[in-house]
């Protein structure tokens, strides 16, 4: 079992920036894949960006391309999302998830475990 839980959200203004952790438990991160989805109200859990269990090969969503950067400290079983000029659309709860496996990592499906969400919103 891994145990993930979220924080770093808030209300802020478009244009300003947030920084979203992700702390892990139970079992070696390192050995997880991870990665970042966002979902709102009514809709399917979108991917957002991933990570390998080493932190070098990285994908993102092309909403956030280029405007949030994903990256993990292993020896702090922390992944994080940096998250810059965020916009009214990015407004969702976010959720990261561990992947054992690393294939699928742009589907939730993809994702053995999930953390509980934190709730961003971005107001224009």
């Known amino acids: 079992q891994v145990q993930l839980v979220e924080s770093g959200g808030g209300l802020v203004q478009a244009g300003d920036s947030l920084r979203l952790s992700c702390a892990a438990s139970?079992?070696?991160?390192?050995?997880?894949?991870m990665g970042w989805f966002r979902q709102t109200p009514g809709k399917e859990r979108a991917f957002v960006a991933s990570?390998?269990?080493?932190?070098?090969?990285?994908m993102y969503a092309d909403s956030v391309q280029g405007r949030f950067t994903i990256s993990r400290d292993n020896a702090k079983n922390t992944m994080y999302l940096q998250m810059n000029s965020l916009k009214p659309e990015d407004t969702a709860a976010y959720y990261c998830?561990?992947?054992?496996?690393?294939?699928?990592?742009?589907?939730?499906?993809?994702?053995?475990?999930w953390g509980q969400g934190t709730q961003v919103t971005v107001s224009s």
């Open positions: 998830g561990a992947s054992a496996y690393g294939s699928s990592m742009s589907r939730p499906n993809g994702y053995e475990y």
């Open positions: 990570i390998s269990r080493g932190g070098v090969n990285i």
């Open positions: 139970g079992r070696t991160f390192s050995n997880y894949y």
